[in-house]
């Protein structure tokens, strides 16, 4: 794959915050915003989570100002919560709030229920699945990220991430699931396999992840099986680089993980993971066998609407460093 240099500062926007990504606009006044030539100024905001949200409060009640904000859920999802879901802490409904509730008040913000599939930079559209066009003056894309798998998209089947509701209730079905299997497994190597745990990826979400599943299992269901003690189970948090949390002052990583080991948390450092399947992970050219396993490694920028006007080009994708190229 190859950079593409020279890029337009539309094409070299970032998707993953909200950016403004209209380009140089004709007619644009000091502020850069196209004066329109009759009629509201139109913003299009694509996302509503913290990004698109912010800034479509901060132009809520602006005069000579349209926004429209399009979201493919009818919900914002407050994301650092989503770990307590996933581990049935809370419910999934405590961390949802209607987007059209948050922006009630302003009145010159509308909702579309919807997802953006192309843009049309020429046409300047942002295109629905549908087909439906919504034109802007400036565009808003704030489409958060998604996960990397280190060009393993095979492994996503085997250890789902941790961005959406759908997400968190599937990995709260499989840690709660491999309990139940485990209590009515009679061979204790496939008992052991089911009750290993293991979170891959020693950041924030790694590290939430797998302490909240150290307290599940050695408090929340400690007492509630006759077979199996669900205090034995493993909990691996498996991390490539040589600490945790890499980004956080080392003082800060070296107490999360005396934390995590308190806690019963098995923490893996320097082990980068080979392989994802169904019997488990394989590190260090050995297999884990683990049941369930957890993605908490690298975000990444989404794949880029399509762009261009007429037919769409097709999507250019973004590297491991979150740049594009082609
Ligand atoms: C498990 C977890 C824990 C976290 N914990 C913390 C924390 O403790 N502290 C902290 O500061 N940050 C935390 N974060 C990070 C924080 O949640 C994100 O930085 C933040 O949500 C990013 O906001 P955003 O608006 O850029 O994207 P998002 O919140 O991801 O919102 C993007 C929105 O765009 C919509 N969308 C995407 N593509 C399309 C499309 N094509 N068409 C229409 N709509 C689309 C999505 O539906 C979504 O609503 C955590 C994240 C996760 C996943």
Redesign the pocket.
């Known amino acids: 794959m190859t950079e593409i240099p020279n890029r337009s500062p539309v094409e070299s926007a970032p998707l993953?915050?909200?950016e403004e990504v209209s380009g140089p606009v004709p007619g644009a006044d000091a502020t850069g915003l196209r004066v329109p030539s009759s009629g509201p100024h139109r913003v299009v905001i694509?996302?509503?989570?913290?990004?698109?949200l912010t800034t479509a409060r901060g132009l809520g009640g602006a005069e000579g100002i349209e926004v429209t904000l399009?979201?493919?859920?009818n919900h914002?999802?407050f994301?650092?919560l989503?770990?307590q879901v996933a581990t049935a802490v809370i419910a999934p409904g405590e961390i949802a709030e209607p987007i059209r509730a948050i922006l009630r008040r302003d009145r010159n913000v509308r909702v579309l229920m919807?997802?953006?599939e192309g843009i049309d930079v020429e046409g300047r559209a942002a295109i629905l699945r549908d087909g439906t066009r919504i034109p802007y003056d400036t565009l808003v894309l704030?489409?958060?990220?998604t996960h990397s798998y280190f060009g393993h998209p095979e492994w996503e089947r085997y250890a789902p991430g941790?961005?959406t509701l759908d997400d968190a209730r599937r990995i709260r079905a499989r840690v709660l699931l491999a309990f139940e299997a485990a209590e009515r497994e009679d061979d204790p190597a496939a008992r052991e396999r089911l009750l290993t745990f293991a979170v891959i990826g020693g950041g924030?979400?790694g590290v939430?992840m797998a302490g909240a599943i150290a307290g599940l299992a050695h408090h929340a269901l400690s007492q509630d099986f006759r077979r199996i003690d669900p205090k034995r189970a493993r909990i691996l948090l498996i991390e490539a680089a040589p600490r945790i949390l890499g980004t956080f002052s080392e003082d800060l990583s070296a107490y999360s993980r005396q934390a995590l080991e308190r806690l019963g948390v098995t923490v893996l450092t320097d082990h980068a993971v080979e392989d994802v399947s169904e019997a488990g992970i394989t590190v260090q050219g050995r297999l884990i066998p683990a049941a369930t396993v957890v993605w908490g490694a690298r975000a990444c920028a989404?794949r880029p609407?399509a762009r261009g006007s007429g037919s769409r080009r097709r999507a250019r994708a973004t590297s491991r460093s979150g740049r594009t190229s082609r």
């Open positions: 993953h915050g909200p694509v996302g509503g989570g913290f990004g698109g399009i979201d493919r859920r914002h999802l994301q650092p989503l770990y919807g997802e953006v704030a489409t958060g990220a941790l961005k924030p979400t939430e989404p609407p």
